[in-house]
């Protein structure tokens, strides 16, 4: 009989935790018994896994006595205070927080891509940002194919991704444009809570995700260039693949889409050698059929684990240079989904 596991999902109430709950119904991971955690706020709330109520307690660090294994997704905070002290009662943690992306010691892990950096975790195994999930799902069969020596990417970043407070915001912003009222004094939150102004989303764009670096980027734009590194070459600061990322929020409600410009080592490459790579490779639904109109779209993608590719087109300036176009639920595969499959791998290469 197979090994049963206890599971802590932290940050149970919210919008990727909701659906950590969903995923891990549907995943293979054998579950014996499930906490779910969450804020003092949230305590008391009941939530369903699989038919059964379960209460959502308050999040402590005696929460995790004989737990196994946390998916969490309370925020950077949260997970720094509590996921170590999970640790030390010895669970495993998968983080979907930036709170440990970047420490050395803890794998930075999307299955499909580098799924054998999970054997080298001490406890903690984060989740990317989910821009980068869905963007190096998308290159890693082209650069296991052909090389790849350059990136860039242009967001697409759909209001979820800021947290269900800001779709929130996007909504009421969106009824009360079309009511005729200023929607200006709606904006609390977007572009971010972090930094000292705030504009509308709804029928605008707005060219910042987080706060802004000295070097005049974003820290979501940091983020995907040196998570891809550290992904893809095991190494944030890697010279061996260039990446850079303009991000962008747009009044999309969920999943994102991102315009993606990449060059591969090989100057003969032909598109159609880029679909046959793409045809069949893990997590990846190739929709490219220009000529019936048939493309990766938002509305489509929500409520799916796959990451969709199209419009696929040589640069014709640029021998070996292409674009794409990509596109997947930021709460799924960008969030709840990879955690969840993450925690999957852990069970199957026996790393719990």
């Known amino acids: 009989m197979s090994k049963e596991y206890n599971v802590a999902i932290l940050g149970a109430t919210g919008a ?44 402590t660090p005696d929460s995790f006595e004989g737990v196994d294994l946390v998916l969490s997704s309370a925020g950077g905070s949260v997970s720094k205070r509590l996921l170590p002290e999970a640790v030390k009662r010895g669970a495993v943690c998968v983080d979907n927080t930036s709170a440990f992306r970047m420490e050395p010691d803890v794998p930075l892990v999307v299955p499909e891509v580098n799924e054998a950096a999970l054997k080298n975790h001490h406890g903690i195994v984060a989740n990317p940002n989910c821009s980068t999930i869905q963007m190096v799902v998308a290159l890693e069969p082209l650069r296991k194919a052909f090389g790849l020596k350059q990136v860039i990417v242009s967001t697409y970043q759909a209001a979820s991704g800021a947290g269900q407070s800001a779709l929130n915001e996007l909504k009421q912003e969106a009824q009360d444009y079309l009511d005729g009222k200023e929607i200006q004094e709606d904006a609390k939150i977007l572009p971010t809570k972090g930094d000292k102004k705030h504009y509308p989303l709804a029928f605008n764009l707005l060219p910042q995700i987080d706060v802004f670096e000295d070097n005049g980027y974003t820290h979501e734009e940091w983020k995907m260039i040196h998570e891809t590194k550290k992904i893809m070459l095991n190494d944030m600061n890697a010279k061996d693949i260039k990446v850079t990322a303009t991000c962008v929020r747009v009044p999309v409600p969920i999943a994102h889409g991102e315009s993606v410009y990449f060059t591969v ?83 199957k290469d026996g790393l719990l």
């Open 16 to 59: 990727v935790g909701t659906r950590m709950i969903q995923q891990l119904e549907q995943s293979t991971i054998p579950v014996k018994s499930l906490k779910l955690l969450a804020s003092s706020r949230s305590a008391g709330k009941t939530l369903q896994f699989k038919g059964q109520p379960i209460t959502v307690e308050e999040a």
């Open 265 to 347: 080592d090989d100057p003969n490459v032909t598109v159609d050698q880029l679909r046959e790579a793409l045809k069949g490779a893990p997590g990846v639904i190739l929709e490219d059929d220009p000529a019936h109109q048939v493309y990766p779209q938002p509305l489509n993608a929500v409520g799916k684990r796959d990451t969709f590719v199209g419009r696929l087109r040589a640069d014709e300036e640029n021998p070996g240079s292409f674009n794409m176009w990509v596109v997947a639920d930021n709460l799924l595969k960008g969030a709840a989904w990879n955690t969840v499959e993450n925690a999957e791998c852990l069970v």
